[in-house]
């Protein structure tokens, strides 16, 4: 009996360890579907982050297209300011001219003031002189019509008569 209670007893273990191999079978079943899940779960968050990391790649793209636009812009404003600067610097330069043209002006106006004030005065003098030189010329043309009427009565033979 002890061949058949230790066969007995080896098909109880057969039949446990059989049963133990089912039963780690499920387990390793169950495993693998609780893994295949896992991994599901996980191929889905991949491809969830591989989205966000695509979409996250897009906006920047577009963001560093908007930060070259404005750098662009910049560049473009800053030229345009340094061409302002440029033409306020000749601007200044451009007045600094006039305002120097201006003076020359003003002095050359006030010294034609200065000469009209002469010019005036010299007016002013030949004016008298002129007067002066037609009152003269009135006595002269008297004293020549004396002349010529002593010299009109002495070819005639009259004496000259005197001047009371």
């Known amino acids: ?5 230790r ?25 693998d579907r609780q893994l295949d899940s896992l991994l599901q779960e996980r191929d ?13 790649n ?4 577009q963001h560093n297209e908007r930060f070259n636009e404005h750098a662009e ?3 473009a404003t800053d030229e345009r300011l340094a061409a302002l600067v440029e033409l306020a610097r000749r601007h200044d330069e451009r007045m600094d001219e006039l305002r120097e043209a201006q003076a020359n ?7 034609l003031a200065d000469a009209q004030i002469h010019t005036e005065e010299a007016i002013a003098n030949l004016t008298r002189q002129i007067a002066e030189l037609t009152a ?8 020549l019509d004396a002349l010529i009427d002593i010299v009109r009565e002495s070819r005639e033979g009259k004496p000259p008569q005197e001047e009371s």
């Open 1 to 5: 009996m002890a061949d058949e209670d």
């Open 7 to 31: 066969l007995s007893r080896m098909e109880e273990i057969v039949a446990s360890l059989l049963q133990a191999a089912r039963e780690q079978n499920q387990f390793n079943q169950q495993r």
């Open 44 to 56: 889905r968050q991949l491809d969830s982050l591989l989205q966000v990391a695509r979409e996250h």
């Open 58 to 61: 897009q906006v920047l793209r």
């Open 73 to 75: 812009a910049l560049r």
């Open 105 to 111: 002006s003003e002095r050359k106006i006030a010294a």
């Open 136 to 143: 003269q010329q009135g006595h002269t043309d008297q004293r």
